[in-house]
T-cell receptor, first 111, second 114 residues
Framework: QKEVEQDPGPLSVPEGAIVSLNCTYS??????FMWYRQYSRKGPELLMY????GNKEDGRFTAQVDKSSKYISLFIRDSQPSDSATYLC???????????FGKGTKLTVNP | DAGVIQSPRHEVTEMGQEVTLRCKPI?????LFWYRQTMMRGLELLIY????????DSGMPEDRFSAKMPNASFSTLKIQPSEPRDSAVYFC????????????FGDGTRLSIL
């Protein structure tokens, strides 16, 4: 079993839809949880960063962490064509430690 | 603000050649990470440094790979000799240790070994 599992998709939605992305993990030592967005031929760009369990909201994006279920989610409201990218979940034991990534979910938002 | 800078952006070379990838972290950051991204395995850590000292190199695939960080503003990842299976995108990331701040990535080096 991989430490972090993420459905690779692809996921295709119409503009304006609510998008739900998620990851599961097996290592209970993970404390920091991140979502990165990666456009084609670019590096991962940090989208959301949370510590331990709970929710965090930033504009159209909401990140949720449920440590009891070892499950994290990213919700995108009112999705836009510019949201089309690959979304990577990542997590670490400490704030300055190595990240363990999911394989990414490719999202396409159709106008 | 300048982000993480990697060079070259693209490298195409023949099997057996030496390849050197370069990274300049964000000024003031003291943790530096090298990752490799492939379709099959996704993004995986190769090695990381804190204050220029290698901390975890367990992801380095074999002795053909080596990494150095001679000072706080420069790191190299070297592959010698290169093989076709080394073809991947190599990313460098940096962060400020002990602040729990996230890692910031460069745009990567796309490496093709023929």
């Amino acid at each position: 079993q991989k430490e972090v599992e993420q459905d690779p998709g692809p996921l295709s939605v119409p503009e304006g839809a609510i998008v739900s992305l998620n990851c599961t993990y097996s290592n209970s030592a993970f404390q920091y949880f991140m979502w990165y967005r990666q456009y084609s031929r670019k590096g991962p760009e940090l989208l959301m960063y949370t510590y331990s369990s709970g929710n965090k909201e930033d504009g159209r994006f909401t990140a949720q962490v449920d440590k009891s279920s070892k499950y994290i989610s990213l919700f995108i409201r009112d999705s836009q064509p510019s949201d089309s990218a690959t979304y990577l979940c990542a997590m670490s034991r400490g704030g300055s430690e190595k990240l363990v990534f999911g394989k990414g979910t490719k999202l396409t938002v159709n106008p | 603000d300048a982000g993480v800078i990697q060079s070259p952006r693209h490298e195409v070379t023949e099997m057996g050649q030496e390849v050197t990838l370069r990274c300049k972290p964000i000024s003031g950051h003291n943790s530096l990470f090298w990752y490799r991204q492939t379709m099959m395995r996704g993004l995986e850590l190769l090695i990381y440094f804190n204050n220029n000292v290698p901390i975890d190199d367990s992801g380095m695939p074999e002795d053909r790979f080596s990494a150095k960080m001679p000072n706080a503003s420069f790191s190299t990842l070297k592959i010698q000799p290169s093989e076709p299976r080394d073809s991947a995108v190599y990313f460098c990331a940096s962060s400020l240790r002990d602040t729990n701040q996230p890692q910031h990535f460069g745009d990567g080096t796309r490496l093709s070994i023929l």
